[in-house]
């Protein structure tokens, strides 16, 4: 999907793309009561989801981004069908999630990252045996499933575990494959690399990627990690306040927000900033270590090289943006436009 992205809520799923996932004015209020004293009550209305309209087709990896609040896990409980919206219309695969949930939940899988769906004290390959027998999975398709899980997943070695001894990482490659045991054509994963290390991240991310390419299944990720849309999504979804402010290619989320990232640069000794050309440039020094800002939009190969010939380079990393200070840049851009 090349071009930069529209503001404000749009259908970017393409001409005659068929739509999986549709939501057209959907709203969700709570009724919150807050206590303000003795015997007094307070009754505030939180609207999570404000009219918020989208399609997503069959086979898409989208990026679901937005600040803390936003309305992001009540937009992903929606869609599975544990909470029925206030107002507007919603359909996964052709299903009201709220009114058939049961049937839905033959169709998708949902992993959140800091929850399990797996038993706790039970080994790994217990937790897959009640699924196949709770999602009435066939056998043959079952132990199919499971086989690739297991291989892509490297789960071979965890299966016999009992869950609460899993690191994080194997636990969320537990989870993942759990949710797709029943070959769902849609998956929700709402932070799937929170707290994993790089080697988990990557490994977590090709086979999100793998499993996309492969089986087409259809993918809406929730996340604070900017890598993982990066490397996955061709298209993100920013919400806000419950509302839909941007919908297209995360290049065209950073040139709205105007964003930068950091190119950390350690030198062999202490040296005056580097001469960077433009617009990159020197934000701190500290010792032989320099922090480079750059547009987010730009590859840092060539900023890098550049250093690389003219300086004694020991090590560097690039840093993203936060998802927060490029939500809050793209505001600062829209209201002073
Ligand atoms: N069950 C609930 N009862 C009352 N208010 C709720 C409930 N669930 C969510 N909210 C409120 O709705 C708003 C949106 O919350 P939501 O959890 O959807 O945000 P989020 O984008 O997922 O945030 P985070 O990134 O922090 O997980 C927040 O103001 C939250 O306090």
């Given at each position: 999907m090349g071009g930069s992205g529209t503001m404000?809520?749009?259908?970017?799923?393409?001409?005659g793309a068929a739509a999986f996932i549709e939501l057209d004015g959907v709203e969700k209020v709570f009724d919150v009561r807050k206590k303000t004293g003795f015997l007094k009550r307070e009754r505030r209305r939180v609207?999570?989801?404000?009219g918020l309209s989208f399609t997503v087709a069959r086979g898409e990896m989208v990026g679901y981004i937005g600040p803390n609040g936003a309305g992001k896990s009540t937009t992903i409980k929606m869609l599975t069908g544990i909470l029925t919206p206030s107002g507007g219309r919603l359909r996964v695969a052709g299903i009201d999630p709220s009114r058939e949930r049961t049937r839905l939940a033959q169709r998708i899988g949902v992993v959140f990252g800091q929850r399990?769906?797996?038993?706790?004290?039970?080994?790994?390959i217990d937790s897959y045996r009640l699924m196949h027998r709770m999602y009435r999975i066939p056998d043959a398709r079952y132990r199919e499933n499971l086989e690739r899980c297991v291989e892509l997943l490297q789960l071979g070695e965890l299966l016999?575990?009992?869950?609460?001894?899993?690191s994080l990482g194997q636990r969320m490659r537990g989870d993942i494959a759990a949710a797709l045991l029943h070959d769902p054509d849609v998956l929700y994963l709402d932070e799937?690399?929170?707290?994993?290390d790089v080697v988990s991240k990557t490994k977590v991310r090709g086979f999100l990627r793998d499993l996309n390419a492969e089986r087409g299944t259809t993918v809406l990720l929730t996340t604070h990690d900017l890598q993982d849309i990066e490397q996955l999504c061709s298209r993100v979804m920013v919400i806000d306040h419950g509302r839909l402010v941007y919908d297209g290619p995360l290049a065209g989320l950073h040139e709205a927000g105007e964003s930068e990232r950091t190119l950390v640069v350690d030198l062999e000794r202490e040296l005056p900033p580097i001469e960077a050309p433009e617009p990159a440039r020197v934000m701190r020094v500290e010792g032989p270590r320099q922090w480079l800002a750059f547009p987010?939009?730009?590859?840092?190969a060539g900023l890098v090289a550049r250093i690389a010939a003219e300086y004694p380079l020991v090590d560097l990393s690039v840093r993203e943006p936060d998802i927060e200070s490029v939500i809050a840049k793209m505001y600062a851009e829209r209201t002073s436009a």
């Amino acid at each position: 999907m090349g071009g930069s992205g529209t503001m404000a809520g749009a259908d970017t799923a393409g001409p005659g793309a068929a739509a999986f996932i549709e939501l057209d004015g959907v709203e969700k209020v709570f009724d919150v009561r807050k206590k303000t004293g003795f015997l007094k009550r307070e009754r505030r209305r939180v609207r999570a989801v404000d009219g918020l309209s989208f399609t997503v087709a069959r086979g898409e990896m989208v990026g679901y981004i937005g600040p803390n609040g936003a309305g992001k896990s009540t937009t992903i409980k929606m869609l599975t069908g544990i909470l029925t919206p206030s107002g507007g219309r919603l359909r996964v695969a052709g299903i009201d999630p709220s009114r058939e949930r049961t049937r839905l939940a033959q169709r998708i899988g949902v992993v959140f990252g800091q929850r399990t769906t797996l038993w706790w004290d039970l080994p790994l390959i217990d937790s897959y045996r009640l699924m196949h027998r709770m999602y009435r999975i066939p056998d043959a398709r079952y132990r199919e499933n499971l086989e690739r899980c297991v291989e892509l997943l490297q789960l071979g070695e965890l299966l016999d575990v009992p869950v609460r001894q899993l690191s994080l990482g194997q636990r969320m490659r537990g989870d993942i494959a759990a949710a797709l045991l029943h070959d769902p054509d849609v998956l929700y994963l709402d932070e799937p690399t929170i707290g994993l290390d790089v080697v988990s991240k990557t490994k977590v991310r090709g086979f999100l990627r793998d499993l996309n390419a492969e089986r087409g299944t259809t993918v809406l990720l929730t996340t604070h990690d900017l890598q993982d849309i990066e490397q996955l999504c061709s298209r993100v979804m920013v919400i806000d306040h419950g509302r839909l402010v941007y919908d297209g290619p995360l290049a065209g989320l950073h040139e709205a927000g105007e964003s930068e990232r950091t190119l950390v640069v350690d030198l062999e000794r202490e040296l005056p900033p580097i001469e960077a050309p433009e617009p990159a440039r020197v934000m701190r020094v500290e010792g032989p270590r320099q922090w480079l800002a750059f547009p987010a939009s730009a590859s840092a190969a060539g900023l890098v090289a550049r250093i690389a010939a003219e300086y004694p380079l020991v090590d560097l990393s690039v840093r993203e943006p936060d998802i927060e200070s490029v939500i809050a840049k793209m505001y600062a851009e829209r209201t002073s436009a």
